[in-house]
């Protein structure tokens, strides 16, 4: 297999007493769409935003291109291509659709006015619209604030705002938890369509049969490390399975790689 | 990055009335009959858009504002509707009007500034000191007072912020502090009694004079602020920052927005703010009205909570505080001139704002479920 585009190796990040991640090992390669699966509380969040910089671990390492990086910031892992879908979403409920997909690089006017810091909400809002139209969103009104919009309008706005910004890599934590049978099969339609951009894709989820459709490979964590690794043509539901719960211990031969 | 448009389009929600027709949109149980559908939408358009109306508080303020108005002009058609009264009343309110422009800043961002109103009067008091010991009735002299006010104003904000966001202190406590520190250093370097000694140049120019002989410099100042402030607040990078602050400050710093960078600008802008109105407070008393200034914070919050802005953060507006501020400064007009006696005033604040949270909290917890 080529050379990973993204390794995490040995993080460990304590909050408090409770030690989420134990020397945390991750792999992505380029263009694939890995699983991370794993237990609650295996540490699968606190994994993702490690990787994204929203939190620092207390060490290990992030190796992203075969460098070193530093996810000092979540500024960090957005400039190198690395964008992410939080569990909670992360929308900020009094803007609107436009305002949240573009907080924190919004577009400013050009000359003296953006000099000034003067929205270009027009065009911020041509783009929004645009991409939802691209990615079959479907709000109406995107001018209205997030606060009233139901789950499902939420996730796509937020998988929206992943899908611009991102270039490498976008880390899904658990996408499809709110949704229903419908929006989950629109939702892996985005997955395989970003994949054919080339973008990889980690995704937390639950769901085994969504996982063993859509994904290369699967990583399963438990009690803040790696345990297991599967190509998923290659394994079957049960294996994976029996290594979530420490049934059963996978050896480094064994890893399928 | 570009995507090929999807090939079966089911949608996230609510199918646009094109692809309603197409497919039945199941999750709304609507049936596949696209008149009903696009009456449907249109509904909820209107419903939309009424939802954004009533959101901006501000309409239901002037509306208010404008009936108490009447109010006071039919029952003192001779007195009210006055141009001295009006004016006065204006320019009474002007300092508030500044306050309250600064104080939505930290509301939107989720904050509170409780210290406005005593760091009014502490800048007040450092700029007659500085300007008493620079000397002279010139130019120069009401300059370095005025950068003194609002120097001092900035650095108390400053401190506020730093507290609010290093130490994590609560702001509603940490500027109950700080407005108890700065009225106390006032009384302290005062020596507990009002000065008066300020240059007759500033009284003269900012206090009472008025551009082109018609808009009192008071009231420009005001007017400025407000301008600037609404700008700011709606149509720059920096005011929306404070609002996602104020949303979700959680989301915010996932975008890589600097929170703690925005939080102390927002108190540095309250900070001088302050110290601007105490200025002109100073240019228009002549003197450093220790005492004049108990209930200025409070009648700003209220002004900023009338005129829409959300007690819990997220979206405000400068434009509708300004309106906001002056419905307690028509019913303390009002009541004065029908001889109730106008300690009344506080109270009928003090309810109001009780009421007016309460009604903001309804609302929040409708939209939550
Ligand atoms: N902010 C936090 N503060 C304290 N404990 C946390 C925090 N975030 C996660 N944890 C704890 O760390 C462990 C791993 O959590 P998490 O990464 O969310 O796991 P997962 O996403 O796999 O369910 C859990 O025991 C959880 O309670
Ligand atoms: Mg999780």
């Known amino acids: 297999m080529s050379t990973p585009l993204l390794e995490a190796v040995g993080l460990v990040k304590h909050y408090g007493h409770i030690e989420a991640l134990r020397g945390a090992d991750f792999t992505v390669y380029p263009g694939e769409i890995v699983a991370l699966l794993g237990d609650n509380g295996a540490g699968k969040s606190s994994l993702i935003k490690a990787i994204c910089g929203v939190i620092q671990p207390d060490s290990g390492q992030i190796r992203f291109e075969g460098k070193q990086v530093n996810m000092s910031s979540p500024l960090v892992a957005r400039k190198l291509g690395i964008e992410t879908v939080f569990q909670d979403l992360a929308l900020a409920p009094d803007l609107d659709p436009a305002g949240n997909i573009f907080l924190g690089q919004e577009i400013l006017y050009g000359g003296i006015l953006g000099k000034l810091g003067f929205l270009n909400k027009r065009e911020m809002h041509r783009r929004t619209e645009e991409a939802f139209a691209r990615l079959g969103v479907g709000i109406q009104d995107s001018k209205a604030t997030v606060v009233n919009m139901s789950g499902g309008q939420r996730q796509g706005i937020a998988v929206a705002r992943s899908m611009i910004w991102a270039s490498k890599i976008i880390l899904m934590d658990e996408p499809t938890a709110a949704l229903g049978v419908v929006q989950s099969r629109r939702v892996s339609d985005l997955i395989r369509r970003v994949k054919a951009e080339g973008i990889a894709i980690v995704l937390v989820s639950h769901n085994l049969p969504f996982v063993f459709e859509i994904a290369d490979r699967i990583e399963v964590m438990r009690l803040g490390k790696r345990v297991g690794r599967f190509q998923v043509s290659e394994a079957s539901a049960d294996e994976v399975l029996d290594v979530m719960t420490g049934l059963k211990v996978q050896n480094e031969q064994e890893a399928l790689l | ?369």
Not at chain 2, 200 to 229: E, N, Q, R, W
Request: contains cysteine; aromatic residues 8%; proline residues 4%.
């Open chain 2, 1 to 369: 990055m570009s995507i090929e448009p999807p090939v079966n389009s089911e949608q996230f929600e609510r199918g646009s009335e094109l692809q309603a027709q197409d497919q039945p949109v199941i999750q709304n149980n609507i049936p596949p009959d696209s008149g009903a559908v696009s009456r449907l939408n249109r509904l909820e358009k209107f419903w939309q858009m009424l939802g954004r109306i009533y959101r901006t508080q501000a309409i239901l303020t002037t509306t208010l504002l404008l009936a108490l108005m009447l109010i006071f002009t039919i029952l003192f058609p001779t007195k009210f509707p006055t141009a001295f009264n009006l004016e006065h009343l204006i320019i009474d309110y002007s300092g508030i009007v500044i306050l309250s422009a600064g104080l939505t800043f930290a509301m939107t961002s989720g904050e509170f500034d409780l210290s406005i109103g005593g760091v009014l009067v502490f800048t007040g008091v450092m700029s007659v000191k500085i300007m008493g010991l620079v000397g002279g009735n010139t130019w120069f002299t009401i300059l370095v007072g005025f950068i003194v006010s609002l120097g001092v104003g900035g650095l108390v904000g400053v401190f506020n912020g730093w507290c609010i966001v290093k130490a994590r202190i609560p702001s509603i406590i940490v500027t109950l502090g700080t407005s108890a520190v700065s009225l106390g250093l006032a009384y302290i370097v005062s020596g507990g009694r009002d000065l008066s000694e300020i240059p007759p140049l500033l009284s003269d120019t900012l206090g009472f004079g008025k551009l082109f002989d018609i808009v009192p410099y008071t009231v420009l100042a005001a007017v400025l602020v407000v301008t600037i402030g609404a700008i700011t607040l709606n149509l720059t990078r920096f005011g929306r920052h404070c609002a996602a602050v104020g949303s979700n400050i959680e989301a915010a710093r996932r975008a890589g927005i600097n929170v703690n960078w925005v939080v102390i600008r927002i108190y540095i802008i309250s900070g001088s703010v302050s110290g601007l109105a105490g200025y002109l407070s100073l240019a228009r008393f002549s003197s450093t009205t220790l005492a004049g200034h108990a209930q200025d914070s409070l009648t700003a919050l209220l002004g900023v909570v009338l005129g829409g802005t959300s007690l819990f953060g997220g979206s405000g507006t400068v434009l509708g505080t300004a309106i906001g501020v002056f419905i307690p400064g028509v019913l303390s007009n009002g009541l004065i001139m029908a001889g109730i006696i106008p300690y009344w005033q506080y109270v009928i604040v003090g309810l109001v704002l009780i009421v007016v949270v309460y009604a903001d909290l309804l609302r929040r917890r409708n939209r939550g479920s």
